[in-house]
């Protein structure tokens, strides 16, 4: 079965510091995935997709995500942690078909220290 | 350019019950489809709408249903509600039925007592 895995529910950084949110999907062939962040009492944002190409993608508001294939992976990563990225994250992909859905990770909950 | 709105934002019924739950998809966008994210989860795919008609559909009970109107808006409708229908109803409009980039809204808080 189709699935994305989000090994960590929560993690707190120091603001400043460096953040890595990882995921790991298992599908049939490489599927398109995604990024999302939720805030409380928004809906998902998109940060960054990753189709086909270029395995380094860059995102908004900073971040960026590395996809390898051989560890079915598409760890999300931020240099420098503002408090503002205080939120929810959603690792997502779906497969390479029309009218397929979006399966969603658990989530991460990060958590910026000052 | 408006986005996703959902409406009610917060809602709360009784077990048993039915609601509706409706969505106006961000302009230009033909496609919609809808999640369900229970607390400390992930959204979860209910069914998607394209041009009118149901294309996809998530491991969901048929008491869920739901309608694509001409203008694109939609609606969710859950029948004979449950304790654990209690949950974030998310709606995300796309144009195209491959799209791969939604727009999400903000959703729709739905609690069953």
């Known amino acids: 079965a189709q699935s994305v895995t989000q090994p960590d529910i929560h993690i707190t950084v120091s603001e400043g510091a460096s953040l890595e949110l990882r995921c790991n999907y298992s599908y049939g062939a490489t599927p398109y995935l995604f990024w999302y962040v939720q805030s409380p009492g928004q809906g998902l944002q998109l940060l960054l997709k990753y189709f086909s190409g270029d395995t380094l993608v860059q995102g908004i508001k900073g971040f960026e995500a590395e996809f390898k294939r051989s560890q079915s992976s598409f760890n999300l990563r931020k240099p420098s942690v503002h408090w503002s990225d205080a939120a929810e994250y959603f690792c997502?992909?779906?497969?390479?078909?029309?009218?397929?859905?979006?399966?969603f990770g658990k989530g991460t909950t990060l958590s910026v220290s000052s | 350019e408006t986005g996703v709105t959902q409406s009610p934002t917060h809602l709360i019924k009784t077990r048993g019950q039915q609601v509706t739950l409706r969505c106006s998809s961000q302009?230009?966008?033909?496609?919609v489809s809808w999640y369900q994210q229970a607390l400390g989860q992930g959204p979860q795919f209910i069914f998607q709408?394209?041009?009118?008609?149901?294309?996809g559909r998530g491991n969901f009970p048929p008491r869920f249903s739901g309608l694509q109107f001409p203008n694109y808006s939609s609606e969710l409708n859950v029948n004979a509600l449950e304790l654990d229908d209690s949950a974030l109803y998310l709606c995300a409009s796309s144009f195209g039925d491959g799209a791969n980039v939604l727009t999400f809204g903000a959703g729709s808080r739905l609690t069953v007592l």
């Open positions: 997502a992909a779906r497969a390479n078909q029309a009218g397929t859905a979006l399966t």
């Open positions: 709408y394209y041009r009118e008609e149901e294309n």
């Open positions: 302009s230009g966008h033909n496609t």
